[in-house]
Protein backbone atom coordinates (compact mmCIF):
# COMPACT_ATOMS: atom_id res chain seq x y z
CA UNK A 1 0.00 0.00 0.00
CA UNK A 2 1.23 3.15 -0.90
CA UNK A 3 2.66 6.20 1.66
CA UNK A 4 -1.04 8.37 1.86
CA UNK A 5 0.26 11.13 3.91
CA UNK A 6 1.63 13.36 0.82
CA UNK A 7 -2.56 12.99 0.18
CA UNK A 8 -3.26 13.81 4.01
CA UNK A 9 -1.14 16.98 3.50
CA UNK A 10 -3.36 17.78 0.36
CA UNK A 11 -6.82 17.27 1.98
CA UNK A 12 -5.82 19.18 5.02
CA UNK A 13 -5.05 22.13 2.44
CA UNK A 14 -8.05 21.73 0.63
CA UNK A 15 -10.14 21.70 3.54
CA UNK A 16 -7.87 24.40 5.43
CA UNK A 17 -6.66 26.61 3.12
CA UNK A 18 -5.75 29.74 4.25
CA UNK A 19 -8.21 31.79 2.64
CA UNK A 20 -10.71 29.71 5.00
CA UNK A 21 -8.63 30.24 7.77
CA UNK A 22 -8.21 33.95 7.50
CA UNK A 23 -12.42 33.52 8.01
CA UNK A 24 -13.34 30.79 10.54
CA UNK A 25 -15.84 31.53 13.18
CA UNK A 26 -14.79 31.56 16.74
CA UNK A 27 -16.95 27.74 16.78
CA UNK A 28 -15.09 26.97 13.53
CA UNK A 29 -11.51 26.75 15.51
CA UNK A 30 -11.24 24.78 19.01
CA UNK A 31 -11.47 20.82 19.51
CA UNK A 32 -14.60 19.57 20.10
CA UNK A 33 -15.90 19.38 16.57
CA UNK A 34 -14.66 16.68 14.02
CA UNK A 35 -14.02 19.37 11.51
CA UNK A 36 -12.59 21.83 13.35
CA UNK A 37 -9.81 23.92 12.72
CA UNK A 38 -7.81 22.19 16.01
CA UNK A 39 -8.80 18.66 15.49
CA UNK A 40 -7.64 18.81 12.05
CA UNK A 41 -4.14 20.05 13.00
CA UNK A 42 -4.00 17.39 16.27
CA UNK A 43 -5.69 14.18 15.46
CA UNK A 44 -6.77 14.42 11.40
CA UNK A 45 -3.42 14.93 10.71
CA UNK A 46 -1.81 13.13 13.52
CA UNK A 47 0.55 11.06 10.75
CA UNK A 48 1.84 14.15 9.76
CA UNK A 49 3.39 14.76 13.43
CA UNK A 50 2.12 14.30 16.75
CA UNK A 51 1.36 17.34 18.84
CA UNK A 52 -1.29 15.62 21.43
CA UNK A 53 0.30 15.05 25.28
CA UNK A 54 2.24 18.36 24.37
CA UNK A 55 2.55 20.74 27.54
CA UNK A 56 -0.81 22.55 27.92
CA UNK A 57 -2.92 19.92 26.83
CA UNK A 58 -5.75 22.21 25.09
CA UNK A 59 -4.12 24.84 26.18
CA UNK A 60 -1.66 24.63 24.05
CA UNK A 61 -4.65 26.16 21.19
CA UNK A 62 -4.55 29.02 23.39
CA UNK A 63 -8.44 28.78 23.45
CA UNK A 64 -10.65 26.05 23.84
CA UNK A 65 -14.01 24.46 25.11
CA UNK A 66 -14.20 22.79 27.93
CA UNK A 67 -15.87 19.76 27.76
CA UNK A 68 -16.27 19.08 31.46
CA UNK A 69 -16.94 22.09 33.63
CA UNK A 70 -15.86 20.40 36.31
CA UNK A 71 -12.18 20.15 34.60
CA UNK A 72 -9.72 22.31 36.26
CA UNK A 73 -8.38 25.31 34.01
CA UNK A 74 -4.92 25.68 32.70
CA UNK A 75 -2.87 28.20 34.98
CA UNK A 76 -3.76 31.86 33.72
CA UNK A 77 -6.85 30.78 31.94
CA UNK A 78 -10.79 32.10 32.29
CA UNK A 79 -13.79 30.82 30.69
CA UNK A 80 -17.00 32.50 29.63
CA UNK A 81 -20.57 31.66 30.04
CA UNK A 82 -20.57 29.02 27.04
CA UNK A 83 -17.05 27.33 28.92
CA UNK A 84 -14.97 29.20 26.01
CA UNK A 85 -11.80 29.06 27.88
CA UNK A 86 -8.62 31.17 26.89
CA UNK A 87 -5.79 32.54 28.37
CA UNK A 88 -5.93 35.87 29.92
CA UNK A 89 -2.72 36.96 30.09
CA UNK A 90 -1.92 36.65 26.50
CA UNK A 91 -5.43 37.47 24.94
CA UNK A 92 -7.00 39.97 27.74
CA UNK A 93 -10.53 39.61 29.64
CA UNK A 94 -12.58 41.08 27.31
CA UNK A 95 -14.28 37.80 25.66
CA UNK A 96 -13.68 34.61 23.54
CA UNK A 97 -14.39 36.07 20.49
CA UNK A 98 -11.69 38.62 21.26
CA UNK A 99 -9.16 36.70 21.87
CA UNK A 100 -9.54 33.97 19.59
CA UNK A 101 -9.17 37.14 16.58
CA UNK A 102 -5.85 37.80 18.35
CA UNK A 103 -5.08 34.19 17.77
CA UNK A 104 -6.30 33.94 14.45
CA UNK A 105 -3.74 37.20 13.72
CA UNK A 106 -0.87 34.94 15.51
CA UNK A 107 -1.82 31.67 13.20
CA UNK A 108 -2.10 33.85 9.80
CA UNK A 109 1.15 35.32 10.65
CA UNK A 110 2.74 31.79 10.70
CA UNK A 111 1.31 30.85 7.60
CA UNK A 112 2.29 33.68 5.72
CA UNK A 113 6.02 33.53 6.91
CA UNK A 114 5.81 29.16 6.42
CA UNK A 115 4.96 30.29 2.54
CA UNK A 116 7.36 32.33 2.15
CA UNK A 117 9.88 30.11 4.24
CA UNK A 118 10.75 32.82 6.84
CA UNK A 119 10.86 30.84 10.79
CA UNK A 120 11.45 33.00 13.83
CA UNK A 121 13.59 30.50 16.23
CA UNK A 122 11.73 32.25 19.13
CA UNK A 123 8.92 30.56 18.53
CA UNK A 124 10.74 27.39 20.04
CA UNK A 125 11.94 29.29 23.39
CA UNK A 126 8.74 29.50 25.28
CA UNK A 127 4.94 29.90 24.51
CA UNK A 128 5.81 33.65 24.37
CA UNK A 129 2.73 34.35 22.19
CA UNK A 130 0.17 31.89 24.22
CA UNK A 131 0.33 29.32 21.51
CA UNK A 132 2.50 26.17 22.23
CA UNK A 133 5.98 26.07 20.26
CA UNK A 134 4.53 22.32 18.91
CA UNK A 135 1.36 23.43 17.61
CA UNK A 136 3.16 26.73 15.96
CA UNK A 137 5.83 24.32 14.44
CA UNK A 138 3.48 21.85 13.19
CA UNK A 139 0.99 24.72 11.80
CA UNK A 140 4.50 25.84 10.00
CA UNK A 141 5.37 22.12 8.44
CA UNK A 142 1.76 22.09 7.36
CA UNK A 143 2.05 25.36 5.57
CA UNK A 144 5.15 25.62 4.03
CA UNK A 145 5.84 25.36 0.24
CA UNK A 146 6.83 21.78 0.02
CA UNK A 147 8.81 22.08 -2.89
CA UNK A 148 11.83 22.98 -0.50
CA UNK A 149 11.58 21.38 3.06
CA UNK A 150 12.83 23.74 6.02
CA UNK A 151 11.00 22.05 8.68
CA UNK A 152 10.30 18.83 9.24
CA UNK A 153 7.35 16.67 10.47
CA UNK A 154 8.71 16.14 13.99
CA UNK A 155 7.77 18.90 17.16
CA UNK A 156 9.51 17.27 19.92
CA UNK A 157 12.65 18.84 20.63
CA UNK A 158 13.97 15.78 22.91
CA UNK A 159 13.44 13.46 20.26
CA UNK A 160 15.12 15.09 17.83
CA UNK A 161 18.14 16.49 20.15
CA UNK A 162 18.75 12.63 21.31
CA UNK A 163 17.98 11.06 17.45
CA UNK A 164 20.41 13.78 16.31
CA UNK A 165 23.09 13.18 18.92
CA UNK A 166 23.10 16.76 19.70
CA UNK A 167 23.99 17.63 24.01
CA UNK A 168 23.44 21.47 23.07
CA UNK A 169 19.67 22.02 24.91
CA UNK A 170 20.52 25.92 23.59
CA UNK A 171 19.48 24.69 20.27
CA UNK A 172 16.87 25.98 18.19
CA UNK A 173 14.44 23.84 16.17
CA UNK A 174 15.47 25.76 12.81
CA UNK A 175 18.72 24.86 13.89
CA UNK A 176 18.32 21.24 14.60
CA UNK A 177 15.81 20.57 11.25
CA UNK A 178 19.10 22.13 9.34
CA UNK A 179 21.30 19.74 10.73
CA UNK A 180 18.80 17.16 10.16
CA UNK A 181 18.27 18.31 6.50
CA UNK A 182 21.65 18.23 5.63
CA UNK A 183 22.96 15.10 7.35
CA UNK A 184 20.10 13.11 5.73
CA UNK A 185 20.23 14.79 2.76
CA UNK A 186 16.56 15.49 2.95
CA UNK A 187 15.10 17.57 -0.15
CA UNK A 188 11.68 16.73 -1.05
CA UNK A 189 8.58 15.76 1.46
CA UNK A 190 8.89 12.31 0.93
CA UNK A 191 12.40 12.10 2.39
CA UNK A 192 10.94 14.39 5.45
CA UNK A 193 8.40 11.17 5.86
CA UNK A 194 11.41 8.79 5.36
CA UNK A 195 13.70 10.77 8.25
CA UNK A 196 10.39 10.89 10.61
CA UNK A 197 9.96 6.83 10.03
CA UNK A 198 13.86 6.42 11.68
CA UNK A 199 13.24 8.72 14.37
CA UNK A 200 9.76 7.12 15.30
CA UNK A 201 10.34 3.41 14.01
CA UNK A 202 6.86 1.39 13.42
CA UNK A 203 7.10 -0.91 17.12
CA UNK A 204 5.25 -4.31 15.41
CA UNK A 205 7.27 -4.49 11.34
CA UNK A 206 9.00 -1.60 9.65
CA UNK A 207 5.52 -1.40 7.20
CA UNK A 208 2.86 -1.00 9.72
CA UNK A 209 1.62 1.99 9.20
CA UNK A 210 -0.40 3.59 12.22
CA UNK A 211 -3.25 6.12 12.73
CA UNK A 212 -4.18 7.22 16.31
CA UNK A 213 -3.01 3.44 17.79
CA UNK A 214 -4.95 1.44 14.73
CA UNK A 215 -2.94 -0.61 12.43
CA UNK A 216 -4.40 1.09 8.90
CA UNK A 217 -1.88 -0.41 6.12
CA UNK A 218 1.38 -1.17 5.18
CA UNK A 219 4.25 0.87 3.48
CA UNK A 220 8.25 0.09 2.45
CA UNK A 221 10.13 1.86 4.79
CA UNK A 222 14.14 2.79 3.67
CA UNK A 223 16.65 0.96 5.52
CA UNK A 224 17.77 2.07 8.90
Known amino acids: ?13 KNWPKEKVSIMSLDSYPLGQDKSFCAWVEYKTEELGNISGSPGGAGKFGLYKQ ?20 NKKRFGAVSAKDAFSKIQKIILHIIDNAEKWIFDDSDDKENVDGLWPMFKWKLAFLYQNSNNIKIL ?31 YNIKTLEDAFAFVDKVFPPTLTDSTIYNCGKITGQRNLPPR
Open 153 to 183: PIFSKPKLLKFLGVNQKDKGMLELYSMAIEK
Open 67 to 86: KNIKDNLPKGFIKDINNYAW
Open 1 to 13: MPDNRKSLLDNFL
